[in-house]
């Protein structure tokens, strides 16, 4: 009973009070105030929200993902990493949960683990726009420009107007292009 009425204290000094009345009718609000607050910037917020939701149901993919995140925004990326990998362990599926960890790794400058994730990721759930653009920006960034611009084209299979796509495919070519000469 003291565990039940200290987690509803603590979420009272976390949430606003109309969030509150939400939470009230709905406790997997919980989880969707945490998002909020990523998206927001305001990761510590968000972390402590997540924290809370892990004491509850700690095996929650959408909680540990958040929990993941929020730690790496918070430039934690050693526990980012662990709850992501334990989040991967138990959802080896889940492609948002294979791309956040792919994100922490790149972020630890693991830069093979990243792309085998965003690879991963990928093969499983190829209309995530956002990891395509992840594996091209990686490949990209460490140099790799015949990859990327793979990549790229794998992506324009998929979506072949997105101008965003066409651009970077263009500026692809153009940097291999002066690599060659």
Known sequence: MKDIKTYNEKIRKILTSEELREYNRDSYSLVDFGYEYVEMGDFKRAFQLFSLGARVNGSDPDILNGLGISLCELGRFRA??????????LYPDDSVTLANLAGVYWEEGAFELAIHFYSRAIEIDPAVTETHFNLINLYYETGDLFMAYIACLSLLKIEPENPQALDLRDDIILNLGLMVC
């Open 80 to 89: 980012s990493r662990l709850v992501l990998e334990k989040a991967a362990e």
